[in-house]
């Protein structure tokens, strides 16, 4: 293989999986607000974590340009995730891909139509199916690591290099197989499961 094709490879990969829309912004500003700097950390020191930090900033910015509307769109994804996960998912599935962005109209479009949607059922008394989906959607499967972009867990629980768990893959499964009632970071586990998907 020539290395003019193994550039061109190499860059279609990279923007791929790094080119991939306001969802993925959403997810890292998500991660970025969700944990603070913490000086207890035995895995990584505060150095390492804001580093971290930096280094997912930028890794935001790559993904495109975060314009007004862009923005906007990360606002409103974001304010969906809680009751509206089904029409979030919806919306991103079916609309953002790098090629054809998008945008606010096109979001505001959308919830308009569930908004018509929702009213029309409430005059019928009849429960919006966005309302009873959310109700019983997994929020583990829907959380995406920014380290190795597979679902099920945030970056501070990935065992993958640069992970806040990594090299800890091995020392979490001989506790679970034993039965201890201690998570890969060492802190004690409730009664109530976590919602991390390790």
């Not at 003019?4 to 969802?23: C, I, M, P, T």
């Not at 700097?37 to 280094?55: G, M």
């Not at 499967?141 to 380290?147: D, E, G, M, P, Y």
Request: contains cysteine; charged residues 25%; glycine residues 8%.
């Amino acid at each position: 293989a020539s290395s003019s094709s193994a550039r061109g490879l190499w860059l279609a990969l990279e923007n791929r999986h790094v080119k991939r829309g306001a969802y993925a912004q959403l997810m890292t500003i998500q991660e970025l607000f969700r944990d603070d700097l913490d000086p207890a950390n035995t895995t990584n020191d505060i150095e390492n974590q804001a580093r971290r930090t930096a280094a997912d900033v930028s890794r935001m910015f790559q993904i495109g340009p975060l314009s007004e509307d862009t923005f906007t769109v990360v606002v409103l994804l974001h304010k969906m995730k809680a009751k509206m996960r089904p029409l979030m998912n919806q919306i991103v599935n079916d609309q953002s891909t790098s090629s054809v962005p998008l945008t606010t109209d096109r979001v505001l479009d959308r919830i308009k139509h569930e908004a018509m949607q929702v009213r029309a059922d409430r005059a019928s008394g009849t429960a919006p199916l966005s309302i009873a989906l959310a109700a019983t959607s997994s929020q583990v499967s829907s959380r995406v690591c920014s380290n190795c972009k597979r679902k099920g867990h945030l970056v501070d629980r990935c065992w993958q290099p640069g992970g806040g768990a990594e090299g800890q893959r091995e020392q979490y499964l001989a506790k679970r197989a034993a039965g201890s009632t201690m998570k890969p970071d060492g802190t004690a586990k409730g009664g109530k499961p976590s919602g991390q998907a390790y």
